[in-house]
């Protein structure tokens, strides 16, 4: 079955302590991408990611570090997080090729950084 | 930057009627535009798209029409349903997808 993988679903943390969310996709895209929800402002794009070893900013890039060395792996990284990054997390991923770019969510990691 | 913008934020329609969301965006150089449905709790999931070698697409109860002069794009609901009610996001791109604000719309019964 086509799926993106989260973990964990929901977290839990305090300010200041490392976390990282992983996010895995088993349908060889090549583009992944991280998004941020809060309410009344849609889906914020965080980083995402082309290609192997291939990372850009999204809108929302403060705070949040990524790293793209297998191409069905895209974790985000929080080296210390604040309060200001709790929020619903999604990760999605899509196809480059051709008509193909549909973008598939994960679940959704709700982070929660007292 | 690039930018969508969306409306209305909120929309309430009588079950049965018909609802019309908006989208425009900044980047002339998109051509992709995806439509995505999120209920509550869950992922947002593609609904339609639609490229820009296309003026107009229907899918059963839903349609989203191009004006890529304008730069403006739509989607359009037909005969609502109860289960039509969640909150709707627009984008709009190309390797890089731009996410309007999203429109819940509340379906009456």
């Known amino acids: 079955e086509a799926q993106v993988t989260q973990n964990p679903r929901y977290l839990i943390t305090v300010t200041g302590k490392k976390l990282t969310v992983t996010c895995s996709q088993n349908?060889?895209?090549?583009?992944m991408s991280w998004y941020r929800q809060d309410p009344g402002l849609g889906l914020r794009q965080i980083y995402y990611s082309m290609n192997v070893e291939v990372t850009d900013k999204g809108d929302v890039p403060e705070g949040y570090k990524v790293s793209r060395k297998e191409k069905r792996n895209f974790p985000l990284i929080l080296e210390s997080p604040s309060p200001n990054q709790t929020s619903l997390y999604f990760c999605?991923?899509?196809?480059?090729?051709?008509?193909?770019?549909?973008?598939?969510f994960g679940a959704g990691t709700r982070l929660s950084v007292l | 930057g690039e930018n969508v913008e969306q409306h209305p934020s909120t929309l309430s329609v009588q079950e049965g009627d018909s609802a019309v969301i908006k989208c425009t965006y900044s980047d002339s150089a998109s051509n992709y535009f995806p439509w995505y449905k999120q209920e509550l709790g869950k992922r947002p999931q593609l609904i339609i798209d639609?490229?820009?070698?296309?003026g107009e697409k229907k899918d059963q109860r839903i349609a989203v029409t191009l004006n890529k002069t304008a730069k403006h794009f739509s989607l359009h609901i037909t005969e609502t349903q109860p289960e039509d009610s969640a909150v709707y996001f627009c984008a709009a791109g190309d390797d890089k997808i731009i996410f309007g604000k999203g429109t819940r719309l509340h379906i009456l019964p």
């Open positions: 639609i490229r820009s070698n296309v």
């Open positions: 349908m060889n895209h090549e583009y």
């Open positions: 999605a991923s899509s196809s480059l090729k051709g008509q193909e770019n549909i973008q598939y």
